[in-house]
């Protein structure tokens, strides 16, 4: 019994379409079936005088035409399917995404190069839908910015404080979170009384490329001496070795580290708003995607995923 189509048909077919003109491995699986790949789409094509299925990747696609039909109009019908999948595959390109290396608790680099934290799980919820995957970039924090504005990337997130300067730079989409520091001291110190005076003619260390050095001044403290560091956990290691006196760092970070050093440096004072909450940098002349990125936000603080990330990631601390 012959086979229910011409190999050659389906090879003139993909002739005219230069992404589908690999045609390779046909084999013949019974008398009424035969399998062949299209390799340069990574796709495997059966068809049957029953059935006729194609796979690409995790993406399954089973037709039950009547047996009455040609086959040679399935598979034209097919190609034409496999064109529309690879076309919506290039029009909705990876999300470049920079984030610090590590600032828990919204960003987490743990083993393999992934990325955890209330920030990256935010950020996954608005791929899934821009129908994008997210690709993440570690850098250190002070560059999150420049990435963005130089287009090395799509969008920078990491904790990052919306303020009147940053925004003649870059947009930011709506916060998502409010924006407020706090204060970590050793456990001696923050044995002591707080008052604002304590932090007077102290060594207060902060992270390259944040806000911090401008709140400092606005809250009148008398004499600091500020010293910069690459990155927050350079920061957290120059208050437990005695570097510094004190560090000013994002509210949840300081008890986030309080917990993680067993109180050995313990969150001071209250925390201290500043700026206009925490935002998601877009590149200025990037409208659609700022717009589409607000609009899932919407959305997202209204979801049980919110619910579930703020509860992981944020409710302790």
Same mark, same amino acid.
């Given at each position: %019994?012959?086979?229910?189509?011409?190999?050659? $048909?389906?090879?003139?077919?993909?002739?005219?379409?230069?992404?589908?003109?690999?045609?390779? *491995?046909?084999?013949?699986? $019974?008398?009424?079936?035969?399998?062949?790949?299209?390799?340069?789409?990574?796709?495997?094509?059966?068809?049957?005088?029953?059935?006729?299925?194609?796979?690409? $990747?995790?993406?399954?696609?089973?037709?039950?035409?009547?047996?009455?039909?040609? %086959?040679?109009?399935?598979?034209?019908?097919? #190609?034409?399917?496999? %064109? #529309? #999948?690879?076309?919506?595959?290039?029009?909705?390109?990876?999300?470049?995404?920079?984030?610090?290396?590590? %600032?828990?608790?919204?960003?987490?680099? *743990?083993?393999?190069?992934?990325?955890? *934290?209330f920030d990256i799980a935010m950020m996954e919820f608005i791929c899934t839908h821009l129908d994008r995957d997210c690709q993440f970039y570690p850098m250190s924090f002070d560059k999150l910015l420049d990435a963005v504005i130089n287009k090395k990337v799509d969008v920078a997130v990491s904790s990052i404080t919306i303020t009147a300067d940053r925004a003649q730079l870059v947009n930011f989409s709506s916060p998502y979170l409010p924006s407020r520091s706090r204060f970590v001291a050793t456990s001696k110190l923050a044995a002591e009384k707080y008052t604002p005076t304590l932090l007077d003619n102290k060594k207060i260390g902060i992270q390259k490329g944040t806000i911090f050095s401008d709140q400092i001044k606005s809250i009148n403290i008398k004499n600091p001496t500020i010293t910069y560091f690459d990155s927050e956990e350079d920061t957290i290691s120059a208050l437990t070795n005695a570097e510094v006196d004190l560090i000013l760092i994002d509210a949840p970070a300081a008890l986030y580290w309080q917990n993680y050093t067993s109180n050995t440096i313990q969150a001071i004072g209250t925390p201290l708003p500043f700026g206009f909450g925490f935002g998601i940098v877009i590149n200025r002349e990037d409208t659609p995607l700022l717009q589409a990125v607000n609009a899932i936000l919407v959305l997202y603080e209204k979801s049980d995923d919110f619910k579930k990330n703020y509860n992981t990631y944020l409710q302790t601390f």
């Open positions: %019994m012959s086979l229910p189509y011409k190999s050659e $048909d389906l090879s003139e077919t993909c002739s005219r379409y230069p992404q589908l003109a690999s045609v390779s *491995g046909q084999n013949s699986i $019974d008398n009424n079936t035969v399998a062949f790949k299209l390799p340069s789409l990574r796709l495997l094509v059966f068809y049957s005088k029953s059935k006729s299925s194609l796979a690409k $990747d995790n993406i399954l696609i089973t037709l039950n035409p009547p047996q009455v039909l040609i %086959m040679k109009k399935i598979a034209l019908f097919l #190609i034409c399917l496999l %064109m #529309i #999948i690879s076309r919506s595959y290039a029009v909705n390109p990876p999300l470049r995404i920079a984030v610090s290396h590590y %600032m828990p608790p919204f960003v987490i680099q *743990g083993a393999n190069n992934q990325f955890y *934290g």
